[in-house]
């Protein structure tokens, strides 16, 4: 009887890990937005786009895969894209924003010594991203700086997201990343690739971008119009002939995400870099196996129909 009144209880803890993305280590009973979410949603059944070949030519088809993250350290700060799991005990700190009319103004939940992409010293995106594992939110900040000790920060821009729910920002808002969406979905984490699989699609950025977005994306960032360029939130995965048997287990996960879930477009930067959170358990050997990956082997993804 104990053993049977104990089933309810277990089976509420299964269905909070998996009600939609993969639960975050320190955050079990939270998921990481809904089932239906696009970032969650399976691609590999959809069609290719009618522009495919152009696309992926205007980014390079000849250029190779880069994980933009791994182990250890590069320039004294960790690879990758940190985040913090936060609770209702951490101290909630004002912001100060540069685009405030985009940002979600509130003190956000930041501990006294937050990760910041890059590090303390770094002059790049500075994203500071926090789940808070209490109210089941996440909050993002771009080009972060503390200052009086931390008590209070000035950022680029910031967003906070509902992790149960599929709410998008208003149209045409920035979030802590240019295209408007949130960063933390889309990043590829060890925790996830230990228990064997990434459920979702990733993150990556290319060096030109049209002034266009597709949903889920909400902010374009360039004037270029050339329609042979991606759009912010463009979903690219890799091509299901893409034989990955002889890569590594690591890197053979990573491919295995992108042609199920893709990547989304998500800012300017670097042709074909995929982003992930930096961890000591990413083996960089295997990870960097994926530059053996061309840009020729992917293909752009008609995501018309897919809707939350």
Not at 5 to 34: D, K, N, R, S, Y
Not at 110 to 129: A, F, M, N, Q, W
Not at 205 to 230: G, K, Q
Request: charged share 20%; proline share 8%.
């Amino acid at each position: 009887m104990k053993v049977l009144a104990a089933l309810p209880a277990v089976a509420a803890l299964i269905v909070a890990a998996t009600a939609g993305g993969h639960a975050v280590p320190g955050a079990p009973h939270c998921p990481v937005f809904p089932p239906s979410n696009p970032w969650n949603q399976r691609v590999d059944k959809l069609a290719v786009a009618s522009n495919s070949d152009a696309i992926v030519g205007s980014i390079g088809r000849d250029t190779g895969l880069h994980p933009d993250f791994g182990s250890g350290l590069y320039n004294g700060a960790p690879i990758g894209i940190p985040y913090e799991v936060v609770g209702r005990h951490t101290r909630r700190v004002p912001v100060k924003f540069q685009y405030a009319d985009e940002s979600d103004r509130a003190r956000y939940p930041v501990g006294k010594h937050p990760p910041i992409e890059g590090g303390p010293g770094s002059t790049g995106d500075r994203h500071v991203l926090m789940v808070d594992r209490d109210a089941c939110k996440l909050y993002e900040l771009f080009a972060a700086y503390p200052h009086d000790g931390g008590r209070r920060f000035t950022a680029g821009s910031g967003a906070i997201w509902n992790l149960r729910s599929n709410k998008l920002r208003p149209r045409g808002w920035t979030s802590a990343d240019a295209a408007g969406l949130p960063i933390f979905p889309g990043l590829a984490r060890y925790d996830e690739v230990k228990r064997g699989s990434i459920d979702h699609a990733l993150r990556f950025t290319v060096s030109e971008t049209r002034r266009a977005f597709i949903s889920p994306a909400r902010h374009y960032a360039s004037s270029r119009t050339d329609p042979n360029l991606p759009a912010m939130g463009q979903r690219l995965r890799l091509k299901a002939s893409f034989d990955t048997s002889g890569f590594p287990r690591q890197a053979r996960i990573v491919l295995e995400a992108l042609k199920r879930y893709g990547m989304i477009v998500a800012d300017n930067g670097s042709d074909w870099y995929i982003t992930g959170a930096p961890s000591p358990g990413w083996s960089n050997d295997q990870l960097h196996t994926l530059g053996r990956v061309k840009g020729s082997d992917f293909e752009v993804v008609d995501t018309s129909k897919l809707r939350p």
